[in-house]
């Protein structure tokens, strides 16, 4: 994995100049003629993350020894502040001790508060009141809504409704939202905090991850209220992922592009990362063409995002509308169906409101959810011309030069454990020969 460089990068999306500065020297005096820039999402150190990409980049000198491809190959890793709950395993890496969801009664543990902790400075008096609270479990409806608040407050959304007295929550909205009918403000906090629970309790339990059937009424409620923190959370990653790929990594990449023209960006991003690299389309400045291929790797966004017009709102296009035309190769999106974590979780995240009957298990096998579905899951949606195939099939030559490609990765992304499935289970040669087609890097 030689040249690398790192890009850190705030939550607003500002750089670490040493480092931007260093990239674009670094690519000059190495002669690069292909740089390939991967995201993380929601890994919670700059150790961890680092660690990720070795893994993944690991394969690429194998597969390109005898291979016809282009020389002066460079790697660029984005570390950005993002965040994974303890309890969840990652394939290949370090497994938890145990997950909160097989404990005694649902806990926020202790390297799962440091991380909140971190990535949301300023907030550890009231984590340790969310910590409490489910410590205690109270019997009380009034104490749960308090958890519920709190944890809203935790995103930007709700930081701002504190901030004008709650009067402005509601109108609240950053221009980054998917314009695919998810809205600015996290739906589950827009209704009745015990209904709201109690649907992410029943689909932990329909999706496997916990018999919150068999808990008593009490642990129930408190358990779909730890899985509602973390999606409080992670919708936070989630918008903080667009800022820093349109105000951070896009100008960067526009810079690279004046500095070093001719030089082949080849983009990669895991989960929210996916959605960091993506976004970067939108900060990439009019004329610059560095982009060789962008690469999603389950990735946590609307499937709408590129799409001109969406089904439901023909008066409306995708957060990324027809932004794909700015990559000059194909747009590949890696998606499978044993993604727990984009499969039941993230559209139940969107979905939740007052209305109790907007959770049923048809709802949460997907039948309801297309609308809210996300690209890891079924890929690109309403674009036309997005292509179809298989890992296999794309690994054998069926990738197009251009445009949006869906392949179907649940041959290798197969592996995890609850709540997220095989959401992490990304390093595999085969992916990794995947970003160097897609870029044309080897051929």
């Known amino acids: 994995m030689r040249p690398y460089w ?5 939550a607003e999306g500002h750089c670490d100049p ?13 002669g690069i003629g292909d740089l390939v820039v991967f995201s993380h999402g929601w890994n919670n150190t700059r150790s961890s993350a680092t660690a990720l990409y070795g893994r993944f980049f690991a394969p690429f000198p194998t597969l390109l020894a005898g291979a016809a491809h282009h020389g002066g190959l460079g790697y660029t890793g984005v570390i950005w502040p993002s965040m994974r709950f303890a309890d969840e395993p990652v394939p ?8 909160a969801l097989d404990a005694a009664w649902p806990v926020l543990e202790p390297a799962t508060l440091q991380a909140l902790a971190r990535v949301f400075p300023g907030s550890e008096a009231l984590l340790d009141r969310l910590a409490e609270l489910l410590e205690r479990r109270p019997d009380d409806p009034v104490r749960l809504a308090e958890f519920v608040g709190l944890a809203h407050r935790l995103t930007t959304s709700g930081r701002q409704g504190a901030a004008d007295g709650g009067a402005g929550s ?16 996290p739906t589950m906090f827009s209704g009745d905090p015990e209904r709201a629970c109690a649907a992410f309790a029943e689909a932990l ?11 008593g009424a009490v642990r129930r409620l408190w358990a779909g209220a730890l899985e509602l923190l973390r999606q409080a959370a992670y919708w936070e990653m989630k918008r903080r992922a667009g800022v820093v790929g349109q105000a951070g990594l896009g100008p960067v990449l526009g810079a690279l592009a004046a500095r070093c023209p001719g030089v082949r960006v080849h983009l990669v991003g895991h989960s929210f990362g996916a959605r960091l690299v993506a976004f970067a389309l939108r900060g990439l400045p009019a004329g610059a063409r560095c982009l060789g291929s962008l690469t999603l790797l389950q990735g946590a966004f609307s499937h709408y995002a590129f799409a001109s017009q969406l089904p439901f709102d023909s008066g409306r296009g995708g957060a990324l509308k027809e932004l794909q035309a700015r990559v000059d190769g194909p747009v590949v999106c890696c998606h499978s169906r044993l993604d ?45 011309g997005t292509a179809r195939t298989t890992l296999a099939e794309a ?19 197969r592996l995890g454990g609850p709540p997220t499935g095989a959401h992490g289970d990304i390093c595999h040669a085969e992916l990794a020969r995947l970003v160097l087609l897609a870029g044309r890097v080897m051929r």
């Open 395 to 413: 690994l054998a030559g069926a990738l197009p030069a251009t445009g949006c490609v869906n392949v179907d990765a649940a041959a290798v992304v």
């Open 18 to 30: 040493g480092e931007r500065d260093a990239l674009l020297e670094g690519v000059t005096q190495n």
């Open 92 to 99: 290949d890496f370090p497994a938890p001790r145990a997950t």
């Open 170 to 185: 509601a109108a609240w909205a950053y221009d980054l939202e998917e314009g695919a009918g998810e809205p600015a403000e």
């Open 6 to 10: 790192d890009l850190t990068f705030d």
């Open 205 to 215: 339990s329909l999706a496997g991850m916990a018999r919150t059937d068999l808990f």
């Open 340 to 384: 727990t974590a984009l499969s039941v979780l993230y559209p139940l995240a969107s979905l939740i409101s007052g209305d109790a009957d907007s959770v049923r298990p048809e709802t949460l096998l997907g039948v309801d959810a297309a609308r809210w579905g996300a690209m890891g899951h079924d890929g690109v949606q309403a674009v036309a």
